[in-house]
C-alpha cells in the first residue's frame, strides 16, 4: 500500500516484520529505500552535486580516519527505538564491527554519519535522522544542508545524550569545515556546488 509515494507497512508488527518487509520487496532500481519512524520510504537517486559533494567527503576523511576505520557510502543502519533504518550519504566505522552478512549493521557501531539534503528529504536529514543518530549515540553527525533556509550551511552535531546532539560547530558553504578528534581534519566547502 502506498500513501504520497511512501510504502507502509503494519506498524503494530514486529521490528523484524518491518525489517524482513524492507528487505524482500522489489524495490524501483537504484532508489533509496529507508525505514522512517515505521514507514518504508522511497525515494529516487540523488542529483549529481550531491553525489559529489559524498565523493569529497569520503575523500577526504579516508585520508585522515584510523586504518581500521572503513568509509562506506549508503551502509544501511539500524536505529529499531527509533524505528529507523538509514543509508547516510557516508558513513564511518570500525571495519571490525558487525559482519554478519545481513542487510545492515547497528547504528551503534558508527563514529560519524554524514547526510546531505536533498528537497525532497531536508526535513529527515534535519530532525528525525538527527534524533535517531543522537539516540543511537554516534558521536559525530554532519548535516550538509544545500537547501538552508539562511543558505547552503554544514553543520556539525556531536556529544549525544539523552537523544539529542549539540551543535559543535555551523559553517556556511565556501568555509571549511573542522572535523574534531579522531578526525582533526578541515575539509573545504569552497567547490562544493549550490542549487
Known amino acids: 500500500m502506498t500513501r504520497n509515494g511512501m510504502w507502509l507497512a503494519p506498524r503494530e508488527g514486529e521490528w523484524g516484520d518491518l525489517v524482513d518487509f524492507w528487505q524482500c520487496m522489489e524495490w524501483p532500481e537504484g532508489s533509496r529505500v529507508e525505514i522512517v519512524e515505521g514507514v518504508v520510504t522511497v525515494t529516487p537517486s540523488a542529483a549529481p552535486p550531491h553525489h559529489f559533494i559524498a565523493g569529497d567527503l569520503h575523500r577526504a576523511l579516508h585520508q585522515v580516519a584510523p586504518a581500521e576505520w572503513g568509509i562506506y557510502q549508503r551502509l544501511a543502519i539500524a536505529v529499531p527505538s527509533r524505528w529507523g533504518m ?10 571490525k564491527g ?6 545492515y549493521v547497528p547504528a551503534d557501531h558508527a563514529e560519524l554519519a554524514v547526510e546531505i539534503t536533498s528537497r525532497s528529504d531536508a526535513v529527515q536529514e534535519r530532525v528525525i535522522k538527527r534524533d535517531a543518530y543522537a539516540t543511537a549515540g554516534i558521536p559525530l553527525y554532519l548535516l550538509v544542508d544545500r537547501f538552508a533556509p539562511g543558505g547552503p ?32 581534519l578541515a575539509v573545504s566547502t569552497s567547490d562544493w556546488p549550490v542549487p
Open 86 to 95: 538509514y543509508l547516510p550519504d557516508v558513513l564511518v566505522m570500525p571495519e
Open 98 to 103: 558487525p559482519r554478519s552478512g545481513g542487510y
Open 153 to 184: 550551511t554544514v553543520t556539525l552535531y556531536g556529544e549525544p545524550s539523552d537523544g539529542a546532539y549539540r551543535v559543535l560547530a555551523e559553517t556556511p558553504f565556501g568555509e571549511a569545515v573542522e572535523l574534531p578528534a579522531p578526525f582533526e
